[in-house]
């Protein structure tokens, strides 16, 4: 079976503080990778797509392993909206969209 | 802003009940899903479609069924629900292409059946 692995959480950190997330992927075939970000009792939203250089969008930088196949976010200085369930996505061979296997999410606490 | 519209945010059911749960896009998207999410469990894929009056079984099927009359409406129907089917329901939208690289989920349907 083609799994996504993330460690649980939860993390909790300080506000200001640096955290980092892994990810890590059984199909070597994988193509695309995303987060998402799910607050309590919503619904899941895309935060970033994955690619293969790395990429960074403000305080989130994301970057991508394949030999290790892992991938992972790092969020710094967190904010208390920071506090959230991250999910690690990953689209395997083929591209259907019904490919995409969801990470069962690690949970981020910022405290004040 | 994409929408994805769920008809309830709770539902409440008996054992043996025909379920409807309804899904609406406003974004013209060709690809729509259903999932369900369970504590400990995350994310799993009941159904999707990448097209109307097309299909496909996700990871869990059984005991679902779907049906997609129009591109804007995708329908998750439980025959006879059962209490194992107590859940959070999602309903998710995208387009084809590397646009489609982005899904959109609705704000998600918690089905309780006793």
């Known amino acids: 079976r083609k799994e996504v692995e993330q460690d649980p959480g939860p993390f909790n950190v300080p506000e200001g503080a640096t955290v980092a997330f892994n990810c890590t992927y059984s199909n070597s075939a994988s193509q695309s990778f995303f987060w998402y970000r799910q607050d309590c009792r919503k619904e899941p939203k895309l935060l970033m797509s994955?690619?293969?250089s790395g990429n960074e969008d403000g305080r989130f930088t994301a970057q991508l392993n394949r030999a290790s196949q892992y991938i992972s976010l790092l969020i710094r200085d967190s904010k208390l909206s920071d506090s959230a369930t991250y999910l690690c996505?990953?689209?395997?061979?083929?591209?259907?969209?019904?490919?995409?296997?969801f990470g069962k999410g690690t949970k981020l606490s910022v405290k004040p | 802003d994409v929408k994805v519209t769920q008809s309830s945010r709770y539902l409440v059911k008996r054992t043996g009940e025909k379920v409807f749960l309804e899904c609406v896009q406003d974004m013209d998207h060709e690809n729509m899903f259903w999932y369900r999410q369970d504590p400990g469990l995350g994310l799993r894929l009941i159904y999707f479609s990448y097209d109307v009056k097309m299909k496909e079984k996700g990871d869990i099927p059984e005991g679902y069924s779907v049906s997609r009359e129009k591109k804007e409406r995708f329908s998750l129907i439980l025959e006879s629900a059962s209490t194992n089917q107590t859940s959070m329901y999602l309903c998710?939208?995208?387009?084809?292409?590397?646009?489609?690289?982005?899904?959109?989920f609705g704000s998600g349907t918690q089905l309780s059946v006793l």
């Open positions: 996505v990953v689209r395997d061979y083929g591209g259907s969209q019904g490919n995409l296997i």
């Open positions: 994955v690619y293969s």
């Open positions: 998710a939208s995208s387009s084809t292409g590397l646009k489609g690289e982005k899904l959109f």
